[in-house]
Nanobody
Framework: QVQLVESGGGLVQAGGSLRLSCAAS????????MGWFRQVPGKERDFVAA????????LYADSVKGRFTISRDNAKKTVYLQMNSLKPEDTAVYYC????????????????WGQGTQVTVSS
């Protein structure tokens, strides 16, 4: 069992930066691949970024590549999403998730989800 709690969301101007954190509880955090997804009202939850259990491999959606960086600290049981050069279209609720270390772009491969944190980017 893994519980996930996101933090770090807020309101920022376009071009600014935010760092999201996702703190996990449970003994097996380091076994899981971790992902970030985002959702706007009326739309599906979309993949943003993922990182394998070791932190060696990362994946990014094309829309955030070069602007966002995912990382993890297994000793602290925390995964991070550094978001730079934010755009209004990045506005969404951001969710972290724990699951498989393969096919990480697919929501169905994640077993545990956080409650989400709101990110709002003003133009």
């Amino acid at each position: 069992q893994v519980q996930l709690v996101e933090s770090g969301g807020g309101l920022v101007q376009a071009g600014g930066s935010l760092r999201l954190s996702c703190a996990a509880s449970g003994r097996t955090f380091s076994d899981y691949g971790m992902g970030w997804f985002r959702q706007v009202p009326g739309k599906e939850r979309d993949f943003v970024a993922a990182i394998t259990w070791s932190g060696v491999n990362t994946l990014y959606a094309d829309s955030v590549k070069g602007r966002f960086t995912i990382s993890r600290d297994n000793a602290k049981k925390t995964v991070y999403l550094q978001m730079n050069s934010l755009k209004p279209e990045d506005t969404a609720v951001y969710y972290c998730a724990a699951g498989s270390n393969s096919r990480m772009v697919y929501r169905q491969n994640y077993k545990y989800w956080g409650q989400g944190t709101q990110v709002t980017v003003s133009s």
